[in-house]
């Protein structure tokens, strides 16, 4: 069977499963390319809190997940990643963008990548901030 259908099957079957919430794109590659999972879900772009709550949702439905942060290169936003497998074992990637703010994101340079702990996510969406 053709990878990419088998990836389309995993993710529809893991939407089927969990209330996620709606993404914005889901894109699937014969395979990833060096480190990056083969599938891929864009969520809307959103406030923090709800971008959080959103990456939080998903994290929940995953196995062996890591978060991190990437100051795009404008430096005019932020996206938040999240990595894990799915129960059928295939490895994917949830991200969304949001405002980037320097008081929420202080040591945050552009077009550099920070790994998070996942917890982040959780204060994000209490407190509406943290430090990255």
Avoid: C
């Avoid at 996206?79 to 994101?105: K, P």
């Amino acid at each position: 069977m053709d990878p990419v259908m088998t990836y389309l099957d995993n993710i529809r079957d893991h939407l089927d499963v969990h209330l996620l919430p709606p993404a914005w794109s889901v894109v699937a590659e014969a395979k990833g390319i060096g480190n990056r999972p083969p599938v891929t879900v864009h969520v809307d772009p959103s406030s923090l809190p709800e971008l959080a709550e959103t990456l939080l949702a998903w994290a929940k439905t995953l196995d062996d997940v890591s978060a991190e942060l990437w100051r795009v290169p404008s430096g005019e936003s932020v996206h938040l990643d999240i990595i894990g497998r799915m129960a059928s074992g295939v490895r994917v990637r949830v991200f969304g963008g949001t405002d980037f703010d320097e008081t929420i994101f202080p040591d945050l340079p552009v077009n550099q990548r920070q790994e998070m702990p996942v917890f982040a996510l959780r204060a994000w969406i209490d407190h509406g901030e943290v430090a990255a």
